[in-house]
């Protein structure tokens, strides 16, 4: 059997009034004479109060653990005609003797904490330091069967006391407990306090809700604009209530009251009318002011209409501005332009208006252009050969590639040439130094993080670029000429593989057919960390012609350092081959004799070696090591 004697220590929900809080602990049968069974808690509340978001939670202080979670269920009743009742809520074993507590919380949310037996910490941080002393009982004062109780009377429970030694009255309100009747209460809904409206608001509704009116009780609106003489609006029947005119610019302070003999309840918002922006920004437009080898400075002119609607400052973090051709505080419309920017510097442009009559206040970005001489070359001299659109080895974007072939005679440079997701207007990056592409050759260029998954990149975008993993695009550009451009379909003719490129086919090197997602295929040799892929290198993927069965077709040793590899078909007839190199030229020409072909003239490296037998051909890669 445990003897326990509890002293109340409250905490309130947030709220206007004290006549918010309405359900709380009223009982607590610390002693039950048939033992710990008949121990616990009793709730009390206004009738019709739903439990089932309650809780009580028995805590040790000792250790401030708890080791009772009782779930609270059942509606309040009304005894009496009173419009309060009470519940009781078994906890059997309470602690004895030592620090100990009990807690009353709705939905997480603590309302009530009794601690008993000297200090204990408690939850939420509450610390009350009091024992059963302080009550005027001690643990062996109570005899069995009597409980610790609220009685008196009032709104809210801390108004009432507590009496110890009293016969337990289960699920009933306590001997000589009474209820006043519950307080009125009101709060605003919307607008919300400190908020600012859209400018052209010619009327604010102010929505409220009201709790517990009784006879005679009556809701005032006072309504302050600009700070002038305040407005009271007597007995407002009805949400919401209507402020009107209002205009832009406007600032007003709106108290609610409920009123009867005096003020039993209040709450006071403000909000504002913002005033208009009227300037908007159009057209900006970086030019180089040279075009070297060296850190050149551009020119950037920015489009303007709106103006001469309020004092606008316009103030930039680099350069000078001129506003000889477009003063947005005089001119309706113009150009302001910023000049003596470095190339490679970016730039932020400030445009703020007077706020005694304008909510201007944005920023703009200018990106720096690359100012270097370009050199354009005819459309289809670079292709797009082979796309990582979909690393495993890195998280998107980190991984991405793409790799391009020179299909001409000489060596390209892509300094001053665009790259461009096709399916983002936002996504858009000039290659800003040098990035020579041999004739016949490859470059990779590539997302910027680290670690990439391996990747060698011969030049890298940053983040400007994204791949997407489904439907997508890439455009090389010129001058405004299109190069090259490939757009992939989310697996409907294009490969769409995870953690392994698509790879255009050997045998299909040019800019019409790789536009066709039949001629791309998934890469099969693994590269840096494990993706597969051949950046920077003859591809895997090889479309056969006049359907040359490669499933009957064999290569071996490959790689190779023997000095030959074999080659057995499943065809009859002769099998000769020819060796390019990477970069497009004939190194070897030979027939295959018993099976076999002699490649020890050659250096290591990767190869192609095109085999063709009843004039049908297939592509292959060969290593020689």
């Known amino acids: 059997m445990k003897k326990n004697y509890f002293l109340l220590f409250t905490l309130l929900i947030a709220s206007a009034s004290y006549g918010q809080t309405t359900v709380f602990i009223n009982e607590l049968h610390y002693d039950d004479a048939s033992g710990d069974s008949g121990e616990g808690v009793e709730i009390a509340g206004p009738a019709g109060t739903d439990l089932s978001t309650y809780t009580l939670t028995a805590y040790n202080g000792s250790n401030g653990t708890s080791y009772n979670v009782t779930a609270l269920a059942g509606t309040i009743p009304n005894e009496g005609g009173a419009g309060y009742g009470a519940i009781f809520f078994a906890i059997p074993g309470l602690q004895n003797g030592a620090p100990d507590g009990v807690a009353l919380d709705n939905n997480g949310t603590l309302i009530q904490f009794l601690s008993y037996e000297g200090s204990f910490a408690g939850v939420g941080g509450v610390a009350d330091g009091i024992t059963s002393t302080d009550i005027g009982v001690s643990e062996t004062s109570v005899p069995d069967g009597q409980s610790l109780q609220l009685t008196g009377s009032g709104t809210v429970y801390e108004n009432f006391t507590w009496s110890s030694a009293m016969v337990s009255t289960y699920n009933a309100i306590n001997t000589g407990q009474t209820f006043g009747a519950p307080v009125a209460s009101i709060s605003i809904t919307s607008p919300a306090d400190s908020a600012v409206l859209p400018s052209g608001t010619t009327s604010v509704d102010i929505d409220f809700v009201t709790t517990n009116l009784g006879t005679g009780d009556q809701v005032d609106f006072t309504v302050t604009k600009n700070a002038g003489t305040p407005t009271t609006t007597v007995n407002v029947l009805s949400s919401p209530f209507t402020i009107t005119p209002t205009a832009d610019g406007d600032a007003f302070e709106v108290t609610a009251e409920i009123i009867n003999g005096g003020v039993i309840d209040s709450v006071t918002i403000n909000f504002t009318i913002s005033f208009p922006c009227d300037l908007v920004i159009g057209a900006i437009t970086p030019i180089c002011d040279a075009l070297t080898a060296g850190v050149d400075t551009y020119t950037t002119t920015i489009d303007f209409t709106g103006g001469g609607t309020s004092t606008y400052n316009v103030s930039s973090d680099f350069g000078t501005i001129d506003l000889s051709s477009g003063n947005p505080s005089v001119d309706a419309t113009g150009t302001i332009t910023i000049t003596g920017v470095n190339e490679g510097t970016d730039v932020v442009v400030t445009f703020s208006g007077d706020p005694s009559n304008s909510s201007c206040d944005f920023t703009r970005n200018i990106n720096s252009p690359t100012c270097v001489i370009v050199n354009c070359s005819n459309s289809g001299d670079i292709i797009i050969t082979e796309i990582m659109q979909n690393p495993s080895i890195n998280s998107d974007p980190a991984g991405e590639y793409f790799e391009v072939y020179n299909t001409s005679g000489t060596s390209i440079d892509m300094i001053g040439w665009i790259i461009k997701d096709e399916a983002s207007v936002t996504e858009t990056h000039t290659i800003s130094s040098n990035l020579i592409v041999p004739a016949g050759g490859y470059a990779v260029i590539g997302n910027g993080a680290m670690p990439n998954g391996g990747v060698s990149l011969d030049y890298t975008y940053d983040n400007d670029i994204s791949l997407g993993n489904s439907t997508d695009g890439l455009v090389i550009e010129c001058s405004s000429t299109v190069i090259d451009q490939v757009v992939w379909d989310n697996g409907a003719t294009f490969p769409d593989p995870s953690g392994a490129s698509m790879e255009l086919s050997t045998t299909a090197l040019n800019s019409t057919d790789n536009d066709n997602g039949a001629n791309w295929g998934t890469a099969t040799s693994a590269f840096g960390g494990g ?41 009859s007839g002769l099998l000769e081959a020819r060796i390019f190199d990477i970069l497009g030229k004939q190194v070897l020409e030979n027939k295959v004799v018993n099976n076999q072909l002699n490649v020890s003239g050659l250096n290591v490296g990767v190869y192609i070696l095109r085999l063709t037998q009843n004039n049908a051909s297939v592509t292959k890669k060969l290593v020689i090591k």
Do not use: E, R
């Not at 006049?546 to 030959?564: A, E, R, V, W």
């Open 531 to 571: 993706d597969l892929g051949t950046p920077g290198a003859v591809n895997d993927f090889t479309l056969s012609n006049m359907q040359f069965d490669t499933n009957k077709f064999n290569i071996y040793p490959n790689p190779t350092n023997t000095g030959f590899v074999n080659i057995t078909s499943a065809s």
